[in-house]
């Protein structure tokens, strides 16, 4: 989520001065009877432009208010695919070509770029939108999906305009786009729903030259309402919606409801979205039980106690109406030390054995029980349960041991310590048996929730005599710090932007350097085997690379694998048609609201 949907990313672009940077959009107050959702997001939205953005915050903004090709059944479990702005596609016997019908009748909203006309989405505007990940100005986190599979596409990549024609991407007319690839991909539809392939109008991103993640101008379920940055944000209903839900529900009683509900309606249900941005878990928790959010995902490890007792919700809660949902995430939670960092990096034993070290010393039964209250299960690999290629029976060969890290230490030339007690390291360029001062800097976000992980960290790492600071920032700017290398190691996650393993092992993969793959590992033999697995459907052949690619992160320990998340989700008792999906960052679109039932329950009048 990505994930890619992710570890949450952040928007490289340029700001133009303030003055011109934040235009002034403006929404009336919701009238009375509106139908209206109170939503939060974590962390503050960057830049609306699908092409960039690849933080959860954006994503979930963008994927309500553009359109990809396809979306996710809301309803399916496992989850499949079905068409959005166009039916799902004719497949080429040889898998090598894509054709989609987009659906006519599709209008961007209102914007002064088409000077007054209605402007149509057609097939033209997703070849460009396609296109514009693959220009180098924009260093888009999602070009990893199509360069070097769509045919012909070196032009793009050795000298990129927006103009240039490849075969791999054409629209013989109006409504239908044909993509061909070079080699068959078992997940390039995955790709075509995620909010990076959103189709966008070439006139917008023309009128506001380096400024379009400041005009988000699409087709989706929503337009764009208030907008005040990093504090709140509004979506409206889009009026030329012709979105129409149909879902495939299971035996789930709940589920059937739903789809009985929404089933031939159009979306969305609900007039607006007031998204406030709430960074502290304090400020969410208790605006939450006030009544100011209609839902709670992923209840905070650290306001657990407040809502949950013995593994339920607790009774005076329940006794307000609010229901309590377990969800397993499709997350890996992973701590990542930078592979060409002059005090962690290298390939080198000495560097291996610091960072094994590290990794031996992490109390992952601790990190379970206090900080995510039992809500998590232990991270043997990259893959979480419920992924396609994903071992319930793999465990690491790494587990808790600070005897071993410590040993590791004494033998491989961190035996020597200050008169604080703390290691010293091998001295570089130095004799040998000559050392120097050793300070990990582990980079964390300033919320109550990372200087709890700080401090485990320091607990861990001062248990092998390891020296470590942490260096506080929002995670947007750290993101963006390590894109560039800046950054020696950092705890974060990805949570999947398509149900499939290959989605987390790009996160190693060489040539992602500096975009997903943080860690910045780049191993041959690691990256042959990602190379081949991804041709494979999921099966014992592909299976068999992963176990090797698993094998060769443990050996080299870019990563320290932590926990999968079981989520704690709470809604109130007047939101409608709630149901978690595991690919999706939000059900805006789907949720609808008793207005009655929430002015009789609600605190917030």
């Avoid at 406030?276 to 009544?291: D, H, P, S, T």
């Avoid at 992924?387 to 041991?401: F, I």
């Avoid at 320290?560 to 679109?589: C, G, M």
Wanted: aromatic share 10%; net charge neutral.
């Amino acid at each position: 989520m990505p994930t890619l949907r992710t570890l949450a990313a952040a928007l490289l672009f340029t700001a133009l001065p303030t003055t011109l940077a934040t235009p002034a959009w403006s929404a009336s107050p919701p009238q009375a009877g509106q139908k209206v959702l109170h939503m939060f997001l974590s962390t503050s939205e960057t830049g609306l432009d699908p092409a960039v953005a690849s933080d959860i915050a954006t994503l979930s903004l963008l994927e309500n208010l553009f359109d990809p090709l396809l979306r996710y059944d809301y309803l399916a479990r496992p989850v499949k695919l079905q068409g959005n702005t166009a039916g799902m596609p004719e497949v080429s016997a040889d898998g090598l070509t894509y054709t989609f019908h987009i659906r006519p009748g599709i209008y961007f909203t209102p914007d002064p770029a088409f000077k007054g006309a209605k402007r149509e989405a057609t097939a033209a505007d997703y070849v460009y939108s396609i296109k514009r990940l693959y220009d180098p100005t924009l260093k888009s986190p999602w070009s990893f999906m199509f360069e070097g599979k769509l045919l012909g596409d070196a032009a793009l990549k050795d000298n990129y305009s927006d103009a240039t024609e490849i075969p791999g991407l054409q629209a013989p007319d109006r409504y239908t786009l044909r993509i061909r690839l070079q080699a068959p991909d078992n997940n390039f539809l995955f790709y075509l729903a995620t909010p990076a392939t959103g189709v966008v109008a070439r006139e917008v991103i023309a009128a506001y030259p380096g400024q379009a993640g400041n005009h988000p101008v699409g087709t989706g379920p929503f337009m764009l309402g208030d907008w005040k940055r990093s504090d709140r944000i509004v979506l409206l209903a889009n009026p030329a919606s012709t979105a129409v839900f149909h879902g495939t529900p299971g035996k789930d009683p709940a589920d059937q409801a739903i789809g009985r509900a929404l089933e031939g309606q159009r979306l969305p249900r609900v007039d607006r979205v007031e998204v406030k941005i709430a960074e502290e878990f304090q400020g969410r928790m208790l605006g939450f039980l006030n009544g100011e959010y209609d839902y709670l995902e992923q209840v905070p490890e650290s306001m657990t106690d407040m809502v949950i007792q013995g593994g339920a919700l607790k009774p005076e809660l329940k006794a307000r109406g609010m229901q309590l949902y377990r969800f397993p995430v499709l997350q890996t939670y992973y701590m990542w030390m930078n592979m060409d960092d002059p005090v962690l990096g290298g390939y080198g034993k000495d560097r291996l054995a610091l960072r094994r070290a590290i990794s031996l010393s992490y109390n992952n039964a601790e990190d379970i029980a206090l900080l995510k209250k039992g809500f998590a299960i232990k991270a043997e690999s990259p893959l979480p349960p419920d992924v396609l290629g994903y071992d319930p029976a793999y465990r690491s060969p790494v587990p808790y041991d600070p005897a071993l890290a410590n040993a590791l230490l004494d033998r491989y030339g961190y035996g020597k310590r200050d008169e604080d007690g703390f290691r010293r390291m091998p001295k570089r360029g130095g004799k040998p048996g000559e050392t120097e001062p050793l300070t990990l800097a582990m980079s964390s976000e300033a919320t109550v929730g990372g200087r709890l992980r700080d401090e485990l960290w320091r607990k861990c790492l001062n248990a092998i005599g390891l020296r470590v600071v942490f260096k506080s920032d929002k995670k947007t700017e750290i993101i963006k710090a390590s894109r560039l290398g800046k950054v020696q190691m950092f705890e974060s996650n990805w949570i999947a932007d398509f149900p499939d393993g290959d989605n987390f092992y790009q996160l190693l993969y060489g040539p992602n350097a500096g975009r997903a793959n943080y860690a910045r590992f780049k191993l041959p033999a690691y990256d042959e085997r990602y190379e081949a697995a991804r041709k494979l459907t999921d099966g014992p052949a592909r299976q068999k690379l992963y176990f090797e690619m698993n094998q060769l992160i443990h050996a080299y320990n870019p990563w320290v694998p932590l926990t999968h998340v079981l989520s704690a989700d709470i809604r109130q008792p007047w939101l409608k048609n709630y149901k978690r999906h595991p690919v999706e960052f939000t059900q805006w679109r789907y949720l609808d609201v008793d207005v009655a039932e929430r002015e009789r329950t609600s605190p917030v009048k």
